[in-house]
């Protein structure tokens, strides 16, 4: 996570998720499911490692590669994509 020194938050691309709803399974502090079994992502800041974690290996099992981790460069206060599904 080189330069990412704030803030991680997970975040899901909704055009690409297929509802399949694995990542529930991996993290269901931060996904949930609607009706459909589509992914509804808090993505407000993860607070701990362990979390942090688990949302890197919920990126790692979507399918779709809908998910994605971002970090807060702090310097530039913009937000640089540290994880991603391939
Ligand atoms: S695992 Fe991926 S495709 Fe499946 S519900 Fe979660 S974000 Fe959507």
Redesign the pocket.
């Known amino acids: 996570m080189s330069g990412v020194h704030g803030e991680i938050r997970l975040v899901?691309d909704g055009s690409?998720?297929?509802?399949?709803?694995?990542?529930?399974l991996v993290i269901p502090e931060r996904?949930s499911?609607d009706v459909w079994?589509?992914?509804n992502?808090d993505s407000s800041a993860l607070e701990d490692a362990r979390l942090i974690a688990r949302a890197r290996r919920?990126v790692r099992?979507?399918?779709?590669?809908?998910?994605t981790l971002v970090g807060d460069t702090r310097r530039t206060r913009r937000f640089v994509v540290i994880g991603r599904s391939r």
Not at 16 to 24: E, L, S
Not at 61 to 67: G, I
Request: charged share 10%; proline share 4%.
């Open positions: 899901v690409k998720c297929d509802g399949r709803g694995i990542c529930a996904i499911l079994g589509y992914a992502v919920a099992a979507c399918p779709a590669q809908a998910l």
